[in-house]
T-cell receptor, first 117, second 114 residues
Framework: DAGVIQSPRHEVTEMGQEVTLRCKPI?????LFWYRQTMMRGLELLIY????????DSGMPEDRFSAKMPNASFSTLKIQPSEPRDSAVYFC???????????????FGPGTRLLVL | GENVEQHPSTLSVQEGDSAVIKCTYS??????FPWYKQELGKRPQLIID?????GEKKDQRIAVTLNKTAKHFSLHITETQPEDSAVYFC?????????????FGKGTKLSVIP
């Protein structure tokens, strides 16, 4: 298995531009998570999906951030317009959670390092 | 929601010594407690986890203990080696709808001095 795949690995953009981050979860996993990591705030959960449905987006900073999961193998996180304070590493993670089962391990992708100038 | 506190934020040990990192959580219904290791510039990777029906789990030089009554769990690394140097994160699940998600501690930067 290739693991969680994220693209791009690095993104440099100018303030005001639209940024789209992409994630392919591990095949068979039914939960997908988007995190943001900064030195100041650590690992923050932005949004998570279960069976392609957003369960909780309370971690999304503001309306400039949006996420979609059109199918079980693909998700996007979009920032429009981007701002310098959005600079961070964005991780996608996936896991499998059965209906009656306990929470299973989250596997992280390699991350996208975003720099907004 | 769940709140996870992790201590210390930095830890330096001599090679060969033991390292202990402690976490507390707030939601008594939490039932899954993983530990992740993140090397510089890399992704967090699971190193060990424990579920609420056991009190201790070991994997070679790494062990995790859980005290559900006190709502705290700890990571123990014995015979530390320079390659153990990294940031370690503890995490805990929430309950109900929150059981889908992990709440992470702020991390502990471990430095193993050769």
């Amino acid at each position: 298995d290739a693991g969680v795949i994220q693209s791009p690995r690095h993104e440099v953009t100018e303030m005001g531009q639209e940024v789209t981050l992409r994630c392919k979860p591990i095949s068979g996993h039914n939960s997908l998570f988007w995190y943001r990591q900064t030195m100041m705030r650590g690992l923050e959960l932005l949004i998570y999906f279960n069976n392609n449905v957003p369960i909780d987006d309370s971690g999304m900073p503001e309306d400039r951030f949006s996420a979609k999961m059109p199918n079980a193998s693909f998700s996007t996180l979009k920032i429009q317009p981007s701002e310098p304070r959005d600079s961070a590493v964005y991780f996608c993670a996936s896991s499998f959670k059965g209906f009656w089962g306990s929470q299973e391990t989250q596997y992280f992708g390699p991350g996208t390092r975003l720099l907004v100038l | 929601g769940e709140n996870v506190e992790q201590h210390p934020s930095t830890l330096s040990v001599q090679e060969g010594d033991s390292a202990v990192i402690k976490c507390t959580y707030s939601d008594s219904a939490s039932n899954y407690f993983p530990w992740y290791k993140q090397e510089l510039g890399k992704r967090p990777q699971l190193i060990i986890d424990i579920r609420s029906n056991v009190g201790e789990k070991k994997d070679q030089r790494i062990a995790v203990t859980l005290n559900k009554t006190a709502k705290h769990f700890s990571l123990h690394i014995t015979e530390t080696q320079p390659e153990d140097s990294a940031v370690y994160f503890c995490a805990a699940t929430g309950s109900g709808a929150g059981s889908y998600q992990l709440t992470f501690g702020k991390g502990t930067k471990l430095s193993v001095i050769p």
